[in-house]
Structure formats: C-alpha cells, structure tokens
Nanobody
Framework: HVQLVESGGGSVQAGGSLRLSCAAS?????MGWFRQAPGEEREGVAR???????RYADSVKGRFTISKDNAKNTLYLQMNSLKAGDTGMYYC????????????????WGQGTQVTVS
C-alpha cells in the first residue's frame, strides 16, 4: 500500500502560479493529479505513466506541467496562469500495477490540498 501526502496548495490571485508536491512512501510507477471543485465531480488533471508519457486535461494544457522525481518518490504539478476555474481540492494518485498509466483509474489516493484562485 502506497501512502501519498500532498502539499503546496494555497490562495493565489488569477494569473498567479503554484507548485504542488506529492510525496509517496515508496516508488510508484504511475501517478496523477486530480481536482474536485465544490459541487462537481472529481476530474483528472494530469498523469504520467511508467515510461514518462504525460497526459493532460484539455483545460490545463499549456498552463500546467506534471513532473516526477523517482529519486525522491515525489510528484509535482506546476500550475501557471491560474484561473478562478482552477479552484478546488487537488489530489495525488498512484498505481503500481503492471499496466498502469493508460487510464485515469488509480487505486491509491492522498488526502488533498486546497487551491483557491480569486
């Protein structure tokens, strides 16, 4: 079982930037970032598979960058040009199954970090 701890959330004005981090308790092959706004369903934001292939939601392409430091077991999400619509709880997710990374399905989840853009 992998434990995930997110950090880096906060309040920022529109147009600003934040960098989220997700520390994993062990190496994880595939990881992703999700977000959930109040009253909305959780949605995938970005993911990376074991080969380093990246996928982004259309709404964040060109503004967000996902990266993974395997030496530190840490996942990052650099968020630039933030908009009010980016507000929500951001969750880190992970998967170590042999075929992971091809979908937005992940078995392990962190507790989330709040991002508020005004």
């Amino acid at each position: 079982h992998v434990q995930l701890v997110e950090s880096g959330g906060g309040s920022v004005q529109a147009g600003g930037s934040l960098r989220l981090s997700c520390a994993a308790s062990a190496y994880t092959a595939c990881m992703g970032w999700f977000r959930q706004a109040p009253g909305e369903e959780r949605e995938g934001v970005a993911r990376v598979n074991m080969l380093g292939t990246l996928r982004y939601a259309d709404s964040v392409k060109g503004r967000f960058t996902i990266s993974k430091d395997n030496a530190k077991n840490t996942l990052y999400l650099q968020m630039n040009s933030l908009k009010a619509g980016d507000t929500g709880m951001y969750y880190c997710a992970a998967d170590n199954s042999w075929a992971c990374g091809g979908t937005w399905d992940f078995p392990y989840w962190g507790q989330g970090t709040q991002v508020t853009v005004s």
